[in-house]
């Protein structure tokens, strides 16, 4: 059975996101329609992309991923369907798709499907759904699309790395309320060559262990440990850590290793 994911900004309080499946189902009535998310933050594209990257891998291959954040119609904006390690990915070329990408995609084409008028400013309903069946369905990228090459480019900002010091900042807060770093298990373990080190966030607090689970401190303990995004988190077990630390989107965390 074919494997659509959808990952938007649309919430669960309109009739969007069912509009979105319904056009879906007309097009392929046997699809099975995954959510991964519809609780980004509106228009955060680094936010989606995260939660995309973290997640699609986890699929089969030929999976086809829609991505519904900032799609509103815009004669300034593609709409590229991508064949990106055995799974395609469909959405605005709005920088999203170079947060993604580890390297470059094996296919881009623009999409040249005949837009319906009537949902010229939400393609999520006409565009996007006839181009996702079509590949659900096995059918080829060049079918629905003409080739191009590179996609809009997007920078997040990226920790600082000093020989003792790496200063990263939170990019993402879970439902558990935990705190994700941009510091990646790869780059701490290349800076840190086994040395101790203390991890600084606000309201001085510190923390110089890392957890391999959250359950290796006692319940309403803060701890750190590289979760399954392979991001640096800062939690408290069984606890709201960005509450009760006052760790926001955007604040500065600091790791300082022993000479």
Not at 35 to 46: G, Q, R
Not at 135 to 156: D, H, N, P, Q, R
Not at 173 to 190: G, H, M, P
Not at 239 to 247: K, P, R, T, V
Request: aromatic residues 10%.
């Amino acid at each position: 059975m074919a494997i659509i994911t959808l990952t938007t900004d649309l919430g669960h309080k309109d009739f969007y996101q069912a509009a979105l499946k319904g056009s879906i189902l007309s097009q392929l009535a046997t699809a099975n329609i995954v959510d991964i998310s519809h609780e980004v933050s509106a228009f955060n594209i680094p936010q989606a992309a995260f939660i995309l990257k973290n997640a699609f891998y986890y699929f089969p291959k030929g999976t086809v991923h829609l991505i519904g954040i900032d799609s509103v119609f815009n004669e300034n904006t593609r709409y590229l369907a991508i064949k990106y390690r055995d799974h395609y990915f469909v959405g605005s070329d709005n920088g999203i798709f170079s947060l993604l990408f580890e390297e470059d995609p094996s296919e881009i084409v623009e999409l040249n499907i005949m837009q319906d008028l009537k949902y010229l400013h939400f393609p999520l309903s006409d565009i996007f759904p006839k181009a996702v069946s079509h590949l659900a369905k096995g059918g080829k990228l060049s079918e629905i699309g003409i080739t191009v090459s590179g996609i809009e480019e997007k920078m997040t900002i990226q920790p600082v790395i000093e020989p003792d010091i790496i200063r990263g900042s939170v990019i993402y807060i879970d439902s558990f309320q935990n705190i994700i770093t941009n510091i990646t298990k790869e780059l701490f373990t290349s800076v840190q060559q086994n040395r101790d080190f203390t991890l600084y966030f606000k309201r001085n607090e510190s923390i110089s262990q890392l957890s391999w689970h959250y359950n290796e401190v006692p319940e309403g303990e803060k701890l750190c440990l590289f979760g399954i995004s392979n991001h640096l988190e800062i939690a408290i077990n069984k606890g709201n850590a960005s509450g009760l630390l006052g760790l926001q989107l955007g604040d500065i965390v600091r790791i300082e290793f022993k000479s």
